[in-house]
């Protein structure tokens, strides 16, 4: 059987997903396979940086997340039985005007997945597991894609999200540059554990054995469970070979892991893709960048590598100039590059501590071809509209449209017609009159996924802006 459709995403994972619920809410028909026969189980990702709980926001899912989500709980670190440390670490923060969700909220990967597939069944969409893709063309004005499952799938663009191995990027030819660290090597798994308290992060380290942590799984009454391992060592995937390794680790007495629920090993790698994109095939997520886990971010940067190519594919899909999915890598890859050496960092310096840096609210994309003296993301906070109406930023950018601010009226036989959504030949944009200019200028235009894309005083340079988008 033969099927269209205008995007194909290859990869369920939290990229994959996140992509789709974009897509989704945009009308845009896409379909979203997965090799696995079910969703994948394990906590993997836990850590949800600001940024990332702002996009959830726009998607629609930060309620159902913060429902089960919590901070991080406190370090307590031992060396064998002696606690020898303990700390935070994430600095306390606070609730402000520009940034409503400021602290770093753990939630296992294996919810946050799901809670993205609730939204897109809400939209209509769903996973079609146990579907690998098994080979694919392209031409000049879409992709083939067979699956295994003897499906012939034609697309117009191809999204490959499908993880730090992507048979895509290895088919595609496009390199994969960094380094794989066989010496550095972890055990992870999710566990029960009886007898120990959930109030801390738990931490032994022991002299000749290794490392060991506990992290109390929010909203579940599991612990994920690191542990270094040793060059040569082979591990098993066992309940037994837990509790030995605990045993050996902790040296406590009346603690014991009980259940072994789900288990993997992973060695440190430190990768980033050639290319983001090979013509009518685009990689995002793990597939172009893997970090080493300290930091949380690399779930998080692929699920904004999702954000900033859902709403250029659909105006492309509209009609845009083809040349706008191009800044797709122009903008993503050096977000990647700056994200990834700060996890390397982090990882060698075995530092525990996080701060602004890793909460991925200062990256910008400034200096880009889409950034007309703009480029920095907009902050939440109170507005005041020409009307005397208070308004909060984050209501007014909110959806899937492009948000024009300005103390002016603009007229409707320009380029960008005040009030409500009117269909143009170009963006849908809501354009709102304010109290006075925003950012100083008379005209200031914010993207989809809320960056300044202009910054203008000039009519005509906005609207070349927007024949350009």
């Given at each position: 059987m033969n099927e269209t459709t205008d995007v194909l995403i290859v990869g369920a994972g939290p990229t994959g997903l996140t992509l789709a619920v974009d897509l989704a809410r945009r009308n845009i028909s896409c379909r979203v396979v997965d090799q696995a026969p079910e969703s994948a189980g394990g906590s993997k990702g836990k850590g949800l940086q600001p940024r990332t709980q702002e996009v959830f926001d726009d998607l629609g899912v930060i309620g159902p997340v913060l429902a089960t989500a919590t901070p991080y709980p406190s370090l307590r670190v031992r060396l064998g039985r002696v606690p020898i440390w303990q700390a935070r670490m994430h600095k306390p923060a606070s609730v402000t005007d520009a940034v409503p969700y400021p602290t770093v909220m753990m939630h296992p990967q294996w919810r946050t997945e799901a809670v993205l597939r609730e939204r897109?069944?809400?939209?209509?969409?769903?996973?079609?597991?146990?579907?690998?893709?098994v080979d694919f063309d392209q031409d000049a004005h879409?992709?083939?894609?067979?699956?295994?499952?003897?499906?012939?799938?034609r697309a117009r663009y191809l999204v490959a999200a499908d993880g730090g191995r992507s048979p895509v990027r290895k088919a595609l030819g496009i390199g994969f540059s960094g380094e794989t660290r066989?010496?550095?090597?972890?055990?992870?798994?999710?566990?029960?554990?009886e007898g120990l308290g959930r109030e801390h992060i738990h931490v032994w380290v022991r002299p000749g054995k290794g490392m060991?942590?506990?992290?109390?799984?929010?909203?579940?009454?599991?612990?994920?469970?690191?542990?270094?391992?040793?060059?040569?060592?082979?591990p098993e995937q066992t309940l037994s070979w837990y509790q030995r390794t605990f045993a050996e680790r902790s040296m406590v007495r009346g603690v014991r892991v009980t259940e072994l629920l789900w288990s993997s090993f992973y060695r440190v790698n430190i990768r980033l893709a050639d290319h983001y994109r090979s013509g009518r095939v685009f990689l995002a997520g793990d597939a172009v960048h893997v970090h080493p886990p300290t930091g949380g971010q690399g779930l998080n940067t692929g699920v904004q590598d999702a954000y900033n190519l859902g709403w250029k594919l659909a105006r492309v899909l509209?009609?845009?100039?083809?040349?706008?999915?191009?800044?797709?890598?122009?903008?993503?890859?050096?977000?990647?590059?700056?994200?990834?050496?700060?996890?390397?960092?982090?990882?060698?310096?075995?530092?525990?501590?996080?701060?602004?840096?890793?909460?991925?609210?200062?990256?910008?994309?400034?200096?880009?071809?889409?950034?007309?003296?703009g480029g920095e993301r907009v902050p939440d906070g109170p507005l005041r509209l020409a009307d005397g109406t208070r308004v909060r930023m984050f209501d007014l950018l909110r959806g899937s449209h492009f948000t024009l601010l300005s103390p002016e009226p603009v007229p409707t036989s320009g380029p960008v017609p005040m009030s409500e959504p009117v269909p143009t030949s170009g963006p849908e944009v809501r354009a709102y009159r304010t109290a006075e200019p925003y950012g100083g200028e008379r005209y200031t235009l914010v993207r989809p996924d809320g960056y300044v894309g202009i910054a203008t005083s000039s009519a005509e340079e906005l609207a070349a802006y927007l024949a350009m988008v």
């Open positions: 897109l069944a809400e939209l209509g969409a769903k996973v079609e597991y146990g579907a690998a893709l879409g992709v083939t894609a067979r699956l295994s499952r003897g499906e012939t799938v066989e010496e550095e090597r972890m055990a992870l798994a999710d566990v029960r554990v060991l942590a506990l992290y109390p799984m929010a909203g579940t009454d599991t612990f994920q469970l690191l542990a270094t391992l040793k060059p040569g060592v082979e509209a009609g845009a100039s083809e040349g706008l999915l191009d800044t797709y890598e122009e903008e993503r890859r050096p977000v990647a590059a700056r994200v990834l050496g700060l996890s390397v960092d982090l990882h060698d310096k075995k530092s525990y501590k996080r701060d602004e840096e890793t909460y991925q609210l200062s990256l910008s994309y400034r200096g880009g071809s889409l950034a007309r003296r």
